[in-house]
């Protein structure tokens, strides 16, 4: 996939949404530029005792906000424009779901199977030590979060490092995605394919626009294919299937597997884990490449892998009526706009996935207050709609059942609180793209970029930088 160059792909997408705004050309050019990009190479110390070169990188593409944001990846595939592109995907997707973060991305070009834990936490903490000395990293300045590759484990190393270079009494608030116990927040890890879920079905209960791709309204019953069992697949997809769609395929590195019946995300999950592989699932019928499965009749399509899965090669072979791009650029243009001319509703990244970043959002406000969401105010919530349940009993001479009541005057836990907002964020953006799509004759893809780019214009220009 070396020839796509990913970087001048979403600048593509950018100009062209550019030409829909009344906007300078330097602030335009501006806005589209990578402000910083920071390469390091570091030693390893094998546990075999030999030594490696290990080559990282932080691109911060845009600071009109501080602190930057965007996740670390750890993948063979890492390089400069890569990042670069992923750091700008993040500047463009904060500002369509007014998360106030300029877009930031890192990643180190390793493939993480090949080493062991101990190398992993050296080659982390060694690479935090490289971001705190040039001042890429810290709750004010950049904030990392997971990426493809990377998890809770490489999060808790990023802030146990940073916590102890500097005397940062925020110092929780320099990375998201970390565990509870370490200041993460309850609703982080699923956070992006939830987002998912919430904005599809968003989409999906559109009336008008899911009769002109010739569906019903609704995620019930709908046939869904994902590709990728990664923290982003899998919750999409478990979510879906809890909203009543029905998973007919999942494709991962090693094959596919396809079921027009239904697959039961959590056993598949387990046989994965259990056999080393997704195929060979019971009932199931394998489908090899797992590519192909990308081509298999079906309602959503939901890539949550890597960038560029949809390409002009396999482009005029989609069925899929919408495409819900859970990873990172997963479209090419030239597949957008094979796949657009067949009629098929694309429900862009920049928007779609943003759900990570919205509850790492959510996280690095935990942080900076130090204290839990709903902890205050819970149990006097509680009280106030338990005294609300007695008034109704007192007016209506009738009693609520003791579940009754309790189910009445449950206050919110921070997970709950989490959901809302992120459900509330998703929402409010698609409605927000898609009444842009309308005006302007667009895709959705474009109406988010028009939406971010007006929204940071408007930025520089009430500072007074571009006339
Ligand atoms: N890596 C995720 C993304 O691409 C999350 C970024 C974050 O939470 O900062 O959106």
Request: charge should be neutral; hydrophobic fraction near 35%; glycine fraction near 10%.
């Amino acid at each position: 996939m070396a020839k796509y160059k990913f970087f001048a792909e979403v600048n593509k997408n950018f100009d062209k949404a550019a030409a829909y705004t009344k906007h300078p050309k330097g602030l335009l050019e501006h806005i589209k530029s990578c402000n910083t990009v920071y390469r390091v190479a570091f030693p390893l110390r094998r546990d075999n005792g030999s030594v490696e070169t290990i080559h990282g990188w932080r691109a911060e593409h845009s600071h009109h906000k501080l602190p930057t944001k965007g996740g670390i990846r750890y993948a063979m595939s890492v390089n400069e424009d890569e990042v670069m592109a992923l750091a700008a995907l993040m500047t463009y997707k904060c500002a369509v779901v007014d998360v106030p973060f300029g877009g930031a991305k890192g990643g180190i070009k390793i493939d993480k199977s090949k080493y062991s834990q101990a190398e992993l936490e050296r080659i982390t903490r060694r690479f935090t030590f490289e971001l705190v000395k040039k001042n890429f990293i810290g709750p004010g300045v950049d904030v990392p979060a997971p990426d493809y590759g990377t998890g809770e484990q490489e999060m808790s190393w990023i802030m146990d490092t940073y916590k102890a270079m500097t005397h940062d009494l925020n110092a929780e608030g320099c990375v998201t995605g970390k565990p509870v116990a370490q200041g993460g927040i309850r609703g982080r890890r699923e956070a992006t394919g939830l987002g998912v879920y919430y904005g599809t079905r968003e989409c999906c209960s559109n009336a008008e626009d899911m009769k002109a791709v010739g569906l019903t309204t609704g995620i019930e019953g709908k046939r869904v294919i994902v590709q990728g069992l990664g923290n982003v697949g899998y919750h999409a997809a478990k979510f879906f299937m809890e909203g009543g769609a029905v998973i007919t395929g999942i494709a991962e590195f090693e094959g596919g597997i396809f079921n027009p019946k239904g697959l039961d995300v959590e056993k598949v999950f387990q046989h994965r884990k259990e056999t080393g592989s997704i195929l060979h699932f019971p009932g199931a019928q394998n489908v090899t490449p797992s590519t192909e499965l990308l081509t298999y009749e079906c309602d959503i399509l939901i890539p949550a892998a890597l960038e560029n899965q949809l390409n002009e090669t396999n482009a005029h072979l989609i069925k899929a009526k919408i495409i819900a791009e859970a990873a990172n650029g997963p479209t090419t243009s030239e597949a957008h706009n094979i796949i657009k001319s067949r009629g098929a509703l694309i429900i862009p990244d920049s928007f779609i996935n943003a759900g990570g970043v919205t509850v790492s959002y959510f996280e690095w406000l935990k942080n900076l207050s130090h204290v839990r969401f709903g902890r205050m105010e819970k149990r006097h919530e509680e009280r106030s709609y338990l005294k609300l349940a007695q008034a109704i009993e007192e007016m209506s001479s009738k009693s609520f059942s003791v579940d009754r009541i309790r189910e009445l005057s449950l206050g919110a836990d921070e997970r709950e609180l989490v959901y809302s907002g992120l459900e509330d964020t998703m929402i409010v953006a698609y409605n927000e793209i898609n009444e842009i799509r309308k005006r302007n004759d667009v895709d959705l893809r474009t109406a988010a970029f028009i939406s971010s780019i007006n929204k940071i214009a408007v930025l520089y220009e009430q500072m007074g930088i571009f006339p």
